[in-house]
């Protein structure tokens, strides 16, 4: 018995050793998770389109992709809820939404990082959109030739939805954006892995 006792002594000594060696790997969610949420300004999306651009365009190229400061509406400060922010940039809104009768279009556009976020955008702006209708515009269970037919066929005057999606449309020629009025970025949120919309390499 002894003997045994004084066995497991320095094989528990040895586990420790070990186990002090291995180092963690520090993750992106790590870093963003001690960082404190700041709301994003329009120098955010500026510098993120520099960025993006400035490898295969020249500088004649990338300085008319610039986006003046007077192309953006007040952020949300984070002490908005997503009704009162939207009321707030668009007072006129009933006015705009009888106006609207264009087919193929939406007078405000959402673009969020995934398909449950939209479906939790649409619910919280229940306040705002009052009877107008709002057109979801995500991949997830969802044909893009569905979305076409009713955008088609149908005035809608809010589209909620990803990158991928809107783009996809765009490019067929299923969505216009000629009287869309607001483009809104879902920019503060962050989902599980507390990446936000931009801090995906896809989008």
Known sequence: QPTECFLSQPEEKQESTVKTKKRKKKKISDILEKSAPKPGVPEDLQNLLSQHFAENRSVIEIEELKLSDSCFLPANDLTHSFSSYLKEICPKWAKLRKNHKEKKSVVILVICSSALRSLELIKSMTAFKGDCRVLKLFAKHIKIKEQMNM??????????????????????????????????????WRDQKLRRMMDIPEV
């Open 151 to 188: 955008l088609e066929k149908g005035v809608f005057h809010i589209g909620v939805g990803t990158p991928g999606r809107v783009k996809a449309l765009v490019e067929q020629d299923g969505l216009c954006l000629n009287s869309t009025k607001y483009m809104i970025l879902d920019w503060n």
